[in-house]
Structures are given as structure tokens and as C-alpha cells.
């Protein structure tokens, strides 16, 4: 079919004013209204859910998941045609990047494209109300998920009360056990998954705490234990790459500094002054 994206710029002219509106709406916010709920897109758009249903059928469309899914298709057309313009991108035939290099850079844009396409913004705000919500956050994350954990835990002390268990994988279930009420357990698991990871997400439900679960496994076993999951996307070959989950712990941090502002930025402006004055830190 045609790009979905060009098909509404051909149409725009010809519809009534409220869908004109709405279509106006989806070709200037297209990047993100394929991320959006119907709800959302009603609220943001200022049209009501009628009018959103009467310009999928006007381009042929029976549901809004079918419509998010070719605007998604037409957002990504457009991503690649951007390429050639856009100085952050390098071809394969470039001088300055070359063999393993380039392959690792297109798998990796792709990957991090797909994950925050697909993203689901539901869970992702869910997961932060529960980090904001809880008196500590649990990170643990074992094995080719260990670093994941620890660059999480560093970022989320500048705004949670937040504790590291992947150091030490056989005390993990004496800190488990010790947990209070209101505690809260973010697990990370990047392929795969390991026993310990799934026996101590199964522990914290059987004791009524909530599980966070970052993962590249749709499928994985942990699920059945999550409270709330965001899945990130994963290589085909055979290259492991955890830059999907550091775009969502990326993501989190930014979100939770934006709905703590102004307390997070001057806590954190404060804490680097101080590291200058006692020379921890040299700039």
C-alpha cells in the first residue's frame, strides 16, 4: 500500500473540519501518535473517538491497531530516508567506520528504533508510578544482565532509595526474605533468563511485593511473576547488545527527573558541587 504518512497529506484537503483537524494532528506528531492509546490520541488531538473511527475507514482501516501499525511502517520510511541527510548516520561505504563496526551501528539503530516504537507508554508510565511509589527499589539483574543492574541502581540513587542484589547472587534470597512492606523488586533480564531470577521474582509475589521486569524475551517464564514489564527488542544474530535496555533505563531516569523537577535537578546540581569542592571530581 501506499506510505500511510503520504496518504493522509493527499487527503487532508478533502475532509470534514474535525478530521481535518485530527489528520493535521497525526502528520505533525506521527513519531509518537503510533505509540499512543485511542484515549490518548482523543485527548491530545481534542476529537472525539467517532471522528478518529470515521477517518480510519475513510483509508480503509477496520481498527486503530491496524492503523498505528502502518503509521509506525510510514514513521520508520521516513526514519531511513532521513539517513542520508542526517550527519549522526554513517553508510557502509564510508571511509570513517568500516566492517564490524558499521554492522554493530544498523543493528544497533535498529534496535533501539524498534524498542522505542514499540514500547508500550501504559507500562512504561505504570513502571515509573510503582519506582516513585515504592520506600525501596530492589535492582537485581545476574549474568550478561549483572552491569545492566548496576549502571540502574547508580542512576535511580539520584532520585529513589535504591540497593544493588546482583553482587553477591547467593545472599540475594537473605535480602529478599528481609524486604519490608512497600518495597518494591526491579529485575532485568537480558537472554537468558536464569533460575535464581525467576525463584526470587517468584518469592516477592508469594510475599505480596511488587515486580518490575525489563526484558528482551516476550515469552520469558518470569513474566507470569511481573506486576509490570516493559520488553525491549533483540538481536536476530547472534551478537547480545543491551543497548534496548539501557535506552529504556535511559528513558526511566529521564522521566523520573522530569516528575520530581525542581527537587531532582537541585539535588543533583548539589551533589556535583560538592564533588568539585572536595575534588572527587575534576569537572
Excluded at 12 to 40: A, H, W
Amino acid at each position: 500500500m501506499d506510505n500511510l504518512l503520504d496518504k493522509l497529506h493527499q487527503i487532508q484537503d478533502r475532509l470534514t473540519i474535525k478530521q481535518r483537524t485530527l489528520c493535521k494532528f497525526i502528520i505533525q506528531n506521527s513519531k509518537t501518535v503510533y505509540l499512543m492509546p485511542i484515549g490518548e490520541l482523543e485527548e491530545k488531538s481534542g476529537v472525539g473517538r467517532a471522528t478518529i473511527m470515521r477517518l480510519l475507514n475513510t483509508l480503509g482501516y477496520n481498527s486503530f491497531v491496524e492503523f498505528k501499525r502502518d503509521l509506525n511502517a510510514a514513521c520508520s520510511i521516513g526514519f531511513e530516508a532521513d539517513k542520508v541527510s542526517n550527519p549522526f548516520f554513517w553508510s557502509k561505504s564510508s571511509d570513517r567506520i568500516s566492517g564490524s563496526m558499521a554492522e554493530c551501528l544498523e543493528e544497533s539503530i535498529s534496535l533501539l528504533q524498534k524498542t522505542a516504537a514499540e514500547t508500550d507508554s501504559d507500562q512504561f508510565s505504570r513502571m515509573i508510578d510503582l519506582l516513585m511509589s515504592a520506600q525501596k527499589v530492589n535492582v537485581l539483574g545476574l549474568r550478561a544482565s549483572k552491569p545492566i543492574a548496576q549502571y540502574m541502581t547508580y542512576q535511580l540513587r539520584y532520585f529513589v532509595d535504591a540497593v544493588d542484589l546482583s553482587e553477591n547472587e547467593s545472599m540475594v534470597f537473605d535480602w529478599i526474605f528481609r524486604c519490608q512492606r512497600g518495597e518494591l523488586l526491579l529485575l532485568i533480564s537480558s537472554n537468558p533468563t536464569t533460575a535464581t531470577s525467576i525463584r526470587v521474582a517468584r518469592l516477592c509475589r508469594e510475599r505480596d511485593m511488587p515486580v518490575v521486569v525489563i526484558t528482551d524475551k516476550p515469552d520469558a517464564s518470569i513474566l507470569e511473576y511481573a506486576t509490570n514489564h516493559i520488553c525491549v527488542s533483540r538481536s536476530d544474530s547472534s551478537r547480545l547488545s543491551i543497548l534496548p535496555h539501557m535506552l529504556v533505563i535511559e528513558a526511566i531516569i529521564n522521566e523520573l527527573g522530569i516528575r520530581m523537577a525542581p527537587v531532582s535537578v537541585r539535588t543533583v546540581d548539589q551533589l556535583n558541587q560538592f564533588l568539585l569542592e572536595q575534588k572527587i571530581i575534576t569537572d
